[in-house]
């Protein structure tokens, strides 16, 4: 989508260490952002979500942040496990919005 | 059911040809969106309905493509007369009400026009 994109395509990180994936979106009307996770084969999982009047959500080993000033969103996975590797994806609604929009993705690989 | 079910999973269609393509939301969810993904891309929205209102198409590539929810539960994506560039892979979310929460995705139904 034209409204999300992302920084790198590829990760690769040591199991055991903390990822950290970055996403840019360029509509500022934007409210609504959720991180997806897809494994070869399935449809995208949901992770994780946060909405404009947060800068910060936590979950379970994951965290999301997100920048408003500078149109930017992060998702941070702790001590990375190989059941980790998969492509991420952001998306978000914009304002009133029926459409999700999803970046093109990064791939992340866990290396054992 | 426990989530969304697509069928089929795979389909192979000589190119000229129509396909249907189902999909079973999750049990009381109002919302349902239709998807397509490239390969390597991310997926590209392509339609929504409210219960049997379609509500958004602007999504849809051409007139060859045809959706329908008419009892506010099953959807079918139509396409007819398929070409090559209609392979990919066809994604359907569902969600409790509609707008800004989450989609919840099937495993979508990988599409290959020879």
């Known amino acids: 989508g034209e409204s999300v994109g992302l920084h790198l395509p590829t990760l690769s990180v040591q199991e055991g260490d903390n990822s950290i994936i970055n996403c840019a979106y360029s509509n500022s009307a934007s409210d609504y952002f959720i991180w997806y996770k897809q494994e070869s084969g399935k449809g995208p999982q949901f992770i994780i979500d946060?909405?404009?009047?947060?800068d910060k959500r936590q979950g379970q080993r994951v965290t999301v942040l997100l920048n408003k000033t500078v149109k930017h969103l992060s998702l941070q996975i702790a001590a990375t496990q190989p059941g980790d590797s998969a492509v991420y994806f952001c998306?978000?609604?914009?304002?009133?919005?029926?459409?999700?929009?999803f970046g093109k993705g990064t791939k992340l690989s866990v290396i054992p | 059911g426990a989530g969304v079910s697509q069928s089929p999973r795979y389909k192979v269609a000589k190119r000229g040809q129509d396909v249907a393509l189902r999909c079973d939301p999750i049990?009381?969810?109002?919302?349902l969106f239709w998807y397509q993904q490239a390969l390597g891309q991310g997926p590209e929205f392509l339609t929504y309905?409210?219960?049997?209102?379609?509500?958004?198409k602007s999504g849809l590539p051409s007139d060859r493509f045809f959706a329908e929810r008419p009892e506010g539960s099953v959807s079918t994506l139509k396409i007819q007369r398929t070409q090559q560039e209609d392979s990919a892979v066809y994604l359907c979310?569902?969600?409790?009400?509609?707008?800004?929460?989450?989609?919840?995705f099937g495993s979508g139904t990988q599409l290959s026009v020879l």
């Open positions: 979310a569902s969600s409790p009400y509609g707008i800004n929460e989450k989609l919840f």
């Open positions: 998306a978000d609604f914009g304002a009133g919005s029926y459409q999700l929009t």
């Open positions: 049990s009381g969810h109002v919302s």
């Open positions: 946060i909405r404009s009047n947060m």
């Open positions: 309905f409210q219960n049997e209102a379609q509500l958004d």
